[in-house]
């Protein structure tokens, strides 16, 4: 197939890269002159404008694929090439939107007969070699028209066991991408999951600064130990019942530095921590965990501890995430992140 990416950011040009290792053809744009030049050696296809890819990607329907940052600047995007497209052409958006955008941009767009599709994209700076797990919303007829692209991404079966009972769903939740419902499904869903995440984070953290502190000059002397943090996340993920891949990423930082003072503790959050706090108030869900995890986030940012680096250390580890700079998500126009930041 043949589409079009704009945004060549940490995902977006790894995905455009996943993309053509499997024989598809990416028309790329960013506004960095130097991005487009590094995919072109790759052998993707540069355009120099929105309206230069769209002429590259031929006839319908063409799709666009926008790896941005959340709120105004995938707006002015999705405004930008309205215009441009027409009826049976695609726009995905693979970042981070808030839900409720894509359900109004679906019914604006729906208007000209052009079908918006939004997709939950998590993998990080890994995901060129362990691919992308997608959560998508959208028209089942676009999603069936893109699943060569949704497969390329995907991580494919690899060696996970197959959950007993699953034999006769659907199989490409298998493989790493899910069709979760209507227009806004998808970031709803990765809503979720990456406030599920920040819980996840947040366990971990405390449990690693507890273990840190057994040997302070508070406690009895007779009961304290200096415990070696590296070989516990080390031996946890042989075989434990809280082995993860962030516990991977989190034994690894700890290797190289096993006091991580490379780390500041200041740690940020983007929208979807806000988000699925704000929908469990909505639906009236006690969210206890994920609301504290959220908050912990705004007070690192006050005091840093050990559990802080902690949290810092693997959000470098998934997404090269460089704590102070980024911006500090404050609404609905997170306009600071660079390109393509999830």
């Not at 992308?132 to 999603?143: E, Q, R, S, V």
């Not at 502190?213 to 002397?221: A, G, H, T, V, Y």
């Not at 929208?271 to 006690?286: D, F, L, N, Q």
Request: glycine share 14%.
């Amino acid at each position: 197939m043949r589409i079009g990416m704009i945004g060549l950011g940490r995902m977006g040009g790894n995905m455009t890269r996943r993309l053509m290792k499997a024989g598809h053809a990416c028309v790329v744009y960013s506004r960095n002159a130097g991005s487009r030049a590094k995919l072109a050696l790759d052998g993707a296809i540069p355009a120099g404008s929105t309206a230069d890819l769209v002429e590259a990607l031929g006839p319908a329907p063409r799709t666009v694929w926008l790896m941005l940052p959340a709120g105004a600047v995938t707006e002015a995007m999705v405004d930008q090439l309205a215009p441009l497209l027409g009826a049976g052409d695609i726009i995905v958006d693979g970042g981070n939107s808030f839900y409720k955008d894509d359900i109004r941009r679906a019914r604006t767009l729906a208007e000209k007969g052009i079908r918006y599709v939004d997709c939950g994209t998590s993998g990080g700076i890994w995901g060129l070699e362990r691919g992308y797990c997608m959560m998508i919303g959208g028209p089942k007829a676009a999603i069936d028209h893109l699943d060569p692209i949704f497969a390329a991404l995907a991580p494919g079966l690899g060696d996970i066991p197959r959950t007993p009972g699953r034999e006769d769903g659907d199989p490409r939740v298998e493989r790493g991408y899910l069709h979760a419902g209507p227009s806004g499904a998808g970031h709803f869903v990765k809503m979720v999951h990456n406030g599920i995440e920040y819980g996840l984070m947040q366990a971990y953290a405390e449990g690693f600064d507890i273990l840190r502190n057994k040997d302070s000059k508070d406690l009895p002397e007779g009961e304290r130990f200096t415990l070696a943090l590296p070989d516990i996340a080390e031996v946890w993920r042989r075989g434990s019942v809280i082995s993860s891949w962030l516990l991977d990423l989190g034994a690894a930082a700890l290797v190289k530095d096993p006091q991580l003072r490379g780390f500041s503790g200041f740690v940020q959050d983007s929208g979807e921590g806000r988000w699925t706090v704000e929908a469990a108030i909505e639906e009236a869900v006690p969210a206890e965990v994920l609301t504290t995890a959220l908050f912990a986030r705004f007070r690192s940012r006050q005091v840093h501890t050990f559990g802080e680096k902690m949290l810092s250390a693997m959000r470098f580890g998934f997404g090269g995430h460089v704590e102070g700079a980024e911006a500090i998500y404050a609404g609905a126009d997170p306009t600071g992140p660079p390109e393509g930041k999830q």
